[in-house]
């Protein structure tokens, strides 16, 4: 009896040693935090970032971040076409056009002045030469460097002409015929040997031969006002030298009748034989058509070799003459008001 406690006494001994050696027997789990949620939420993701656009990216801005279109009411365009409402219809069509680029305007007035010696068929291979990034209603001006001088000594002046072009073509064509109609009125504008004008229900001013344009020199304050009784209205406006642009710049649509002019009745305009439709929607990504002017990148460009300066251009006649025109202006402005 005693061996048989004895033994029951040591299986339970080592029982309990063997127990001690398992650890994982031997501590029991912890309790259960009775604080916390039975269930919790998973946490969700976090958001996708665009990726950021490439450091020469030209993409176009978003829609709400565009400017809204100029509204100018119809007596300020009145006032701000009077400095070229009586230019004859082809040399007006194309200022407009060149003005809804006002961006490329000085560096076109600069290579204008940089080849003032150049006239005809040589200015012409030398705009292809050149390869100019400007647009080909810019280059059509470049045979007009007085124009593109006007428009870049008054930046201001040219880049609304522009917006209003783009966001409001009817209305500045309706301010361009009503300025004629007064000039008319008043007995300033009528045909003479260069332009042929004529009247009802709209007002034209088309050059005596398309290939030859004169730029017209006249004071606003003037022509559009009643003349004071005794004052010469015949000359309120007066021409400066003639601007060949014929077969030369047949590309650009100068020399022939109908491919720079107005529909005046249906408001519309043509440039190079095709309706002008750039606007202040589209200005992005239109693009005129000019099947026979190349367009080049800036990157692209070169320069030509060309011919020595004349002693005298052309275009120093041009000049010579355009003072003496604005001179008489000036004087006519002056009888006038001392009347």
């Given amino acids: 009896m005693n061996n048989r406690k004895v033994l029951l006494i040591f299986l339970l001994a080592a029982a309990l040693s063997a127990l001690s050696a398992c650890p994982t027997l031997a501590q029991a789990p912890p309790p259960l935090d009775q604080s916390a949620p039975a269930e919790q939420a998973p946490t969700p993701p976090l958001p996708q970032q665009p990726a950021p656009p490439p450091a020469n990216s030209q993409a ?4 709400e971040t565009l400017p809204p279109p100029p509204a100018y009411t119809l007596e300020q ?3 701000m076409v009077t400095a070229v409402a009586l230019y004859p219809d082809p040399l ?9 680029y006002p961006d490329q305007i000085p560096d076109a007035a600069h290579w204008a002045e940089q080849h003032d010696y150049l006239t005809g068929q040589a200015l012409a291979d030398a705009i292809q030469a050149d390869q100019l990034p400007w647009d ?3 280059q059509a001006l470049l045979p007009f460097p007085s124009v593109l001088h006007m428009m870049a000594s008054d930046m201001p002046w040219t880049t609304a002409i522009g917006d209003a072009f783009l966001a409001q073509q009817q209305d500045v064509m309706t301010a361009v015929q009503r300025d004629r109609a007064e000039a008319w009125q008043y007995g300033y504008l009528r045909s003479n040997s260069q332009v042929v004008v004529a009247s009802g229900p709209y007002i034209t001013v088309m050059p005596v031969n398309p290939a030859f344009v004169v730029v017209p020199y006249y004071n606003p304050a003037v022509v559009f006002a009643a003349p004071a009784p005794g004052f010469f209205v015949g000359g309120a406006i007066r021409f400066g030298f003639g601007i060949s642009v014929g077969v030369a710049f047949r590309p650009w649509g100068w020399g022939v009748v109908g491919y720079n002019r107005f529909d ?3 408001h519309r305009v043509f440039i190079n034989a095709a309706p002008w439709g750039r606007t202040w929607a589209n200005r992005a990504v239109y693009v005129h058509p000019y099947p026979a002017v190349r367009r080049f990148a800036p990157s692209r460009r070169t320069v030509g070799a060309r011919p020595a300066r004349p002693a005298r251009s052309a275009t120093g006649r041009q000049r010579q003459t355009d003072r003496e025109v604005r001179s008489k202006s000036k004087q006519h402005h002056d009888d006038h008001d001392s009347k």
């Fill in 60 to 63: 176009p801005p978003a829609p």
């Fill in 77 to 79: 365009l009145n006032q």
């Fill in 92 to 100: 007006l069509a194309q200022i407009f056009a060149a003005a809804t």
């Fill in 136 to 138: 080909p209603s810019v």
């Fill in 264 to 266: 005046w009745g249906a």
